[in-house]
């Protein structure tokens, strides 16, 4: 009996290698956890600076108020369900977690986005509570206002795919109901930022395959105080994804106002950031 160890090559035929590229394993994309961990830590300074107590060290809003307490328990106990579903103890399941691609998609964009967005608005994680129980990721918040102005709910693809298609069905349906709702959103009171729930918030996903999460994780790395060519060119792609998801959305006018205000007011932003350059 014959083997045939690689199907429809003929021997001494040439092999191109580049067909192969698919097994390649992937870059260890976990190696720049440290340096997003100290991103988020100094992004978390910046707003507390300006707004005390209002973000915790990972960028996350912080849990306060009456009802905190049995929302920080019910966080543990959703993650371990979490990792029991997984087969994992607890401290491996928050380990895995974190550098997970996922994760670390949502990270490397709050990075991005604060690089254009920081002198306007607050560019934060949302709550455990939100992310687990209302499906968003990060929010932006407009700093003269108060205002969340919109929410996030980020995703990274397969190779050859930016993973945006698995979102859309959602996001739609979050629209379709109104609009996202966050209970640790956000209000300006006395001109104090202060946790506040919201609700009708416009969403959108925000995707990135994963050569493009690796290309932008090292450019994030290297250019740490200046948008560089790449992170210029993800941007305007996540502009004009926000924008086709809008315009594809039937909304109410109340949310219709909403979403278009958001994207008017990113877009500006960004020309204002490249201008500046």
Sequence with gaps: MSLEYLPGIEPGQKIDLSQF?????????????????????KLSLDANTEFANFLY???????????AANDSSLIAAQE???????????DTWRRDTEKNPVNLTEIALTIMLAKFLKNDFI????SSYDDYNHGVDSVLIYKKTGEVVCGFDEVIGNQGDDGGQKKA???ENIMSKGGARLKYGAKMLDGQLVRSEVKNIPAFYMSLSKVELGE???????NPDITGALEEKIFTKLINSLE???AKQNLNKNLQIKTELALTRLRACFNTEKLAA
């Design 123 to 126: 560019v934060a994680r949302a």
């Design 169 to 171: 069905k959602k996001i």
């Design 57 to 67: 060290k990972d960028c996350r809003i912080c849990l306060e108020g009456e009802e």
């Design 21 to 41: 590229d698919k097994f390649k394993k992937g870059p260890e994309l976990e190696k720049y956890l440290p340096f997003l961990k100290d991103e988020l830590f």
């Design 216 to 222: 932008l994780l090292e450019s994030l790395k290297n």
């Design 244 to 246: 086709d998801q809008a």
């Design 80 to 90: 371990d369900s979490f990792s029991r579903e997984a087969g994992k103890n607890l």
